[in-house]
Nanobody
Framework: QVQLVESGGGLVQAGGSLRLSCAASGRTLSSYAMGWFRQAPGKEREFVAAIVWSGGSTSYADSVKGRFTISRDNAKNSVNLQMNSLKPEDTAVYYC????????????????????WGQGTQVTVSS
């Protein structure tokens, strides 16, 4: 079992930045791809970003490309999401997730690819 706990959410003005972190326990993440999804009120949960176990390959939703950066530290069993140039439409609960994925490319951006999920952290961007 893998337990994931997100932190770093909050309220920020449009154009600002936030850094989300996800700490894992229960098992090393070195053989897992990691991802971030988000869910806005009244909307479905959507893919944001993913990173393979080595950190050598990442993928992003078109809506966040060039603004968000996903990274991981396997020694610390953690993954981060740096969010810059935030927009009101980025407002959502952000979820960290882990997928058993041994390939060198990221998993498909689908909910069902991921095996473990955190409880989420709220990000609110004011205009």
């Amino acid at each position: 079992q893998v337990q994931l706990v997100e932190s770093g959410g909050g309220l920020v003005q449009a154009g600002g930045s936030l850094r989300l972190s996800c700490a894992a326990s229960g098992r090393t993440l070195s053989s897992y791809a990691m991802g971030w999804f988000r869910q806005a009120p009244g909307k479905e949960r959507e893919f944001v970003a993913a990173i393979v176990w080595s950190g050598g390959s990442t993928s992003y939703a078109d809506s966040v490309k060039g603004r968000f950066t996903i990274s991981r530290d396997n020694a610390k069993n953690s993954v981060n999401l740096q969010m810059n140039s935030l927009k009101p439409e980025d407002t959502a609960v952000y979820y960290c997730c882990a997928a058993r994925w041994g390939y060198s490319w990221p998993p498909p951006p689908n909910l069902n690819q991921y095996d473990y999920w955190g409880q989420g952290t709220q990000v609110t961007v004011s205009s």
